[in-house]
Nanobody, 118 residues
Framework: QVQLVESGGGLVQAGGSLRLSCTGPGRTINGGSVGWFRQVPGKDREFVGVTTKSGGSTYYGDSVKGRFTISRDNAKNTVYLQMDNLRPDDTAVYYC???????????WGQGTQVTVSS
């Protein structure tokens, strides 16, 4: 397991945009698929999206399709979550997680708060 670090969260008005970043020690991020998740207190964690190790494929949860985009820059050991047209119901703590081929996300970040005001 390694400790991932998310950044870029904050407060934004509805309709606005934010870009979250996820990185880890060394070249950790380059070693597997990176998923994004979000969670609101009292609710289950929700899948936001994932990018494969190569970055050749991305998949998104239904609630964010067409608004969120995941990309990765392996030279910078960083994965990004671009969030556009944000809505108040996107308010949550956002986490990134790494799957290095085990089939499950063995490393997680501490989360970054995103708050969307109406």
């Amino acid at each position: 397991q390694v400790q991932l670090v998310e950044s870029g969260g904050g407060l934004v008005q509805a309709g606005g945009s934010l870009r979250l970043s996820c990185t880890g020690p060394g070249r950790t991020i380059n070693g597997g698929s990176v998923g994004w998740f979000r969670q609101v207190p009292g609710k289950d964690r929700e899948f936001v999206g994932v990018t494969t190790k190569s970055g050749g494929s991305t998949y998104y949860g239904d609630s964010v399709k067409g608004r969120f985009t995941i990309s990765r820059d392996n030279a910078k050991n960083t994965v990004y979550l671009q969030m556009d047209n944000l809505r108040p119901d996107d308010t949550a703590v956002y986490y990134c997680a790494l799957d290095r081929g085990s089939g499950y996300y063995e490393s997680w970040g501490q989360g970054t708060q995103v708050t969307v005001s109406s």
